[in-house]
């Protein structure tokens, strides 16, 4: 029953504790951007990370487990790339 509640509370191979501990920094640095804006980047750039090293989790501790799983976090990631560059021509 224990292994039951367990796979219940993470979504897709992420933990249950990823998201919410991502969007807490989030918060803190960007508090921090607005009391010193030199570092309102650092905040910015966090925000944008979040998925990023949610999909690097996925990736690397599922590929045991479910790699179709795996592949398709990687293929976000490589989607999420492709953006990052098509994003720059524009």
């Known amino acids: 029953m224990k292994g039951e509640q367990k796979d219940r509370s993470e979504l897709a191979g992420l933990p249950a504790w990823l998201y919410p501990a991502g969007f807490w920094v989030g918060v803190v640095l960007l508090a921090v951007g607005v009391l010193f804006p030199g570092l309102a980047a650092v905040g910015v750039t966090w ?3 979040v998925p ?6 996925v990736a690397m501790t599922a590929w045991n487990r479910d ?4 592949v398709a976090a990687l293929a976000a990631l490589g989607g999420l790339a492709v953006v990052y560059v098509v994003k720059s021509f524009i």
């Open 67 to 70: 790699r179709r799983l795996s």
């Open 47 to 49: 925000v944008g990370l």
């Open 52 to 57: 990023v090293l949610a999909a690097l989790w």
